[in-house]
Protein backbone atom coordinates (compact mmCIF):
# COMPACT_ATOMS: atom_id res chain seq x y z
CA UNK A 1 0.00 0.00 0.00
CA UNK A 2 1.65 2.90 -1.07
CA UNK A 3 0.92 6.38 -1.63
CA UNK A 4 -2.26 7.09 -3.67
CA UNK A 5 -1.31 10.91 -4.51
CA UNK A 6 -5.09 11.62 -3.07
CA UNK A 7 -7.07 13.87 -5.08
CA UNK A 8 -7.67 16.33 -1.88
CA UNK A 9 -4.58 15.34 0.01
CA UNK A 10 -4.54 15.32 3.77
CA UNK A 11 -1.10 15.53 4.29
CA UNK A 12 -0.82 18.48 2.02
CA UNK A 13 -3.79 20.27 3.73
CA UNK A 14 -1.70 19.61 7.34
CA UNK A 15 1.62 20.83 6.69
CA UNK A 16 1.81 23.99 8.58
CA UNK A 17 5.15 25.02 6.41
CA UNK A 18 3.64 24.41 3.00
CA UNK A 19 6.64 22.03 1.85
CA UNK A 20 3.92 19.35 0.14
CA UNK A 21 2.81 20.56 -2.87
CA UNK A 22 1.29 18.48 -6.07
CA UNK A 23 3.88 18.09 -9.10
CA UNK A 24 2.10 19.66 -11.98
CA UNK A 25 3.37 17.31 -14.29
CA UNK A 26 3.29 14.00 -12.79
CA UNK A 27 0.59 15.04 -10.33
CA UNK A 28 2.34 13.61 -7.31
CA UNK A 29 2.32 14.94 -4.18
CA UNK A 30 6.08 15.75 -3.34
CA UNK A 31 8.03 16.91 0.04
CA UNK A 32 10.32 19.84 -0.22
CA UNK A 33 12.69 18.88 2.22
CA UNK A 34 14.01 22.75 2.07
CA UNK A 35 10.57 24.11 3.68
CA UNK A 36 10.17 20.66 5.90
CA UNK A 37 10.30 21.02 9.51
CA UNK A 38 10.26 17.51 10.33
CA UNK A 39 7.00 17.54 12.42
CA UNK A 40 5.24 14.78 10.82
CA UNK A 41 1.84 16.54 10.61
CA UNK A 42 1.87 14.99 7.37
CA UNK A 43 2.01 11.44 8.67
CA UNK A 44 -0.59 11.81 11.44
CA UNK A 45 -2.78 13.34 8.42
CA UNK A 46 -2.55 10.72 6.16
CA UNK A 47 -5.11 8.24 5.37
CA UNK A 48 -3.75 5.31 4.55
CA UNK A 49 -3.67 3.13 7.47
CA UNK A 50 -0.87 2.27 10.23
CA UNK A 51 1.79 0.46 9.95
CA UNK A 52 0.98 -2.69 12.16
CA UNK A 53 5.08 -2.25 13.35
CA UNK A 54 5.74 1.18 13.76
CA UNK A 55 2.32 2.20 14.75
CA UNK A 56 3.37 5.85 14.76
CA UNK A 57 3.76 5.44 11.20
CA UNK A 58 1.70 5.19 8.14
CA UNK A 59 2.17 2.82 5.38
CA UNK A 60 1.84 5.55 2.59
CA UNK A 61 4.34 7.96 4.38
CA UNK A 62 6.78 7.71 7.43
CA UNK A 63 9.32 9.75 9.24
CA UNK A 64 12.36 8.48 7.99
CA UNK A 65 14.10 6.99 11.32
CA UNK A 66 17.64 8.62 10.92
CA UNK A 67 16.53 11.99 8.96
CA UNK A 68 12.95 12.35 10.50
CA UNK A 69 12.17 14.23 7.14
CA UNK A 70 8.98 12.46 5.27
CA UNK A 71 9.38 9.65 3.05
CA UNK A 72 6.57 8.78 0.65
CA UNK A 73 5.93 7.74 -3.33
CA UNK A 74 6.97 10.92 -5.52
CA UNK A 75 5.90 8.37 -8.54
CA UNK A 76 10.10 8.82 -8.87
CA UNK A 77 9.37 11.67 -11.21
CA UNK A 78 7.08 10.61 -14.13
CA UNK A 79 9.29 6.88 -13.99
CA UNK A 80 7.88 4.52 -11.91
CA UNK A 81 10.82 2.08 -10.99
CA UNK A 82 8.46 -0.33 -9.76
CA UNK A 83 6.34 -0.93 -12.55
CA UNK A 84 9.77 -0.99 -14.60
CA UNK A 85 11.13 -3.86 -12.29
CA UNK A 86 8.44 -5.86 -11.52
CA UNK A 87 8.78 -9.44 -12.76
CA UNK A 88 5.44 -10.14 -13.27
CA UNK A 89 3.90 -7.00 -14.45
CA UNK A 90 1.96 -6.56 -11.74
CA UNK A 91 1.80 -2.71 -11.47
CA UNK A 92 0.89 -0.49 -14.00
CA UNK A 93 1.24 3.17 -14.18
CA UNK A 94 -2.57 4.60 -15.45
CA UNK A 95 -3.80 8.55 -15.40
CA UNK A 96 -6.98 7.36 -13.23
CA UNK A 97 -5.89 9.49 -10.51
CA UNK A 98 -4.41 12.33 -12.49
CA UNK A 99 -8.09 12.63 -13.47
CA UNK A 100 -9.25 12.70 -10.02
CA UNK A 101 -11.40 9.93 -9.61
CA UNK A 102 -10.26 7.84 -6.88
CA UNK A 103 -10.96 9.96 -3.44
CA UNK A 104 -10.47 9.58 -0.11
CA UNK A 105 -13.77 7.70 -0.06
CA UNK A 106 -12.58 4.90 -2.47
CA UNK A 107 -8.93 4.87 -0.59
CA UNK A 108 -10.77 3.58 2.63
CA UNK A 109 -12.55 0.92 0.62
CA UNK A 110 -9.66 -0.37 -0.42
CA UNK A 111 -7.15 0.17 2.87
CA UNK A 112 -10.45 -2.18 4.23
CA UNK A 113 -10.00 -4.84 1.62
CA UNK A 114 -6.62 -4.62 1.92
CA UNK A 115 -6.44 -4.94 5.43
CA UNK A 116 -9.14 -7.80 5.36
CA UNK A 117 -7.02 -9.98 3.01
CA UNK A 118 -4.07 -9.56 5.70
CA UNK A 119 -6.00 -11.27 8.32
CA UNK A 120 -7.12 -14.44 5.88
CA UNK A 121 -5.13 -17.21 5.16
CA UNK A 122 -2.40 -17.04 2.35
CA UNK A 123 -4.46 -19.56 0.62
CA UNK A 124 -7.76 -17.91 0.84
CA UNK A 125 -6.72 -14.62 -0.27
CA UNK A 126 -7.83 -13.25 -3.62
CA UNK A 127 -11.90 -14.35 -2.83
CA UNK A 128 -11.17 -18.10 -3.85
S1 LIG B 1 6.97 16.80 8.40
FE1 LIG B 1 7.54 18.37 6.85
S2 LIG B 1 6.22 17.95 5.09
FE2 LIG B 1 5.31 16.89 6.88
S3 LIG B 1 3.80 18.35 7.73
FE3 LIG B 1 5.74 18.68 8.84
S4 LIG B 1 6.78 20.32 7.69
FE4 LIG B 1 5.17 19.50 6.34
S1 LIG C 1 -1.93 8.61 0.64
FE1 LIG C 1 -1.22 9.75 2.44
S2 LIG C 1 0.80 10.52 1.85
FE2 LIG C 1 -0.27 9.95 -0.03
S3 LIG C 1 -1.27 11.84 -0.77
FE3 LIG C 1 -2.78 10.69 0.46
S4 LIG C 1 -2.58 11.57 2.53
FE4 LIG C 1 -0.72 12.13 1.38
S1 LIG D 1 9.54 2.96 -6.99
FE1 LIG D 1 8.98 5.13 -7.30
S2 LIG D 1 6.89 5.06 -8.13
FE2 LIG D 1 7.30 3.06 -7.21
S3 LIG D 1 6.53 3.18 -5.10
FE3 LIG D 1 8.71 3.72 -5.04
S4 LIG D 1 8.78 5.99 -5.24
FE4 LIG D 1 6.74 5.31 -5.90
Redesign the pocket.
Known sequence: M?CQQCADAPCLEACPEEAISRDAETNAVVVDQDLCIQCGSCVSACVIGLDAVASEQKLAIRLDEDTQFPLK????GGD????KFCPTEALVYTDNLVEGEFGVGEMMEALEFFLQQKELPLDRQGGK
Open positions: VCDLCPQCV
